[in-house]
Nanobody
């Protein structure tokens, strides 16, 4: 019912920048929170940044001051601008669309993208 597609990952040198994009499509009535998570090899998935439907943001301490999350409610899209990238930012980044209400239903569910690889070389 809901598809979540990410784009924008790739290989970049330390100190460089990347911009991730994510768009949710389907019979979407509303979305509560949208966010980005990442998972490095051998590690648990962790929250990178999240943004509410009202624009309230939340960042992991490790990315504060370097990453910026933004959202376009009309497009059901969320973006992550990543600056001053470090090798430790290397991971698969996942888009999360949380508290999604699908038209014709009454319950809210979470949806995830397939992930996009970000690799930062030293």
């Amino acid at each position: 019912q809901v598809q979540v597609v990410e784009s924008g990952g790739g290989l970049v040198q330390a100190g460089g920048s990347l911009r991730l994009s994510c768009a949710a499509s389907g019979r979407i009535a509303s979305i509560n929170d949208m966010g980005w998570y990442r998972q490095a090899p051998g590690k648990q998935r962790e929250l990178v940044a999240a943004i509410s439907s009202f624009g309230r943001t939340n960042y992991a301490d490790s990315v504060k001051g370097r990453f910026t999350i933004s959202r376009d409610n009309a497009k059901n899209a969320v973006y992550l601008q990543m600056n001053s990238l470090k090798p430790e930012d290397t991971a698969v980044y996942y888009c999360a669309v949380k508290g999604t209400l699908v038209r014709g239903t009454t319950s809210r569910n979470d949806y995830w993208g397939q992930g996009t690889q970000v690799t930062v070389s030293s």
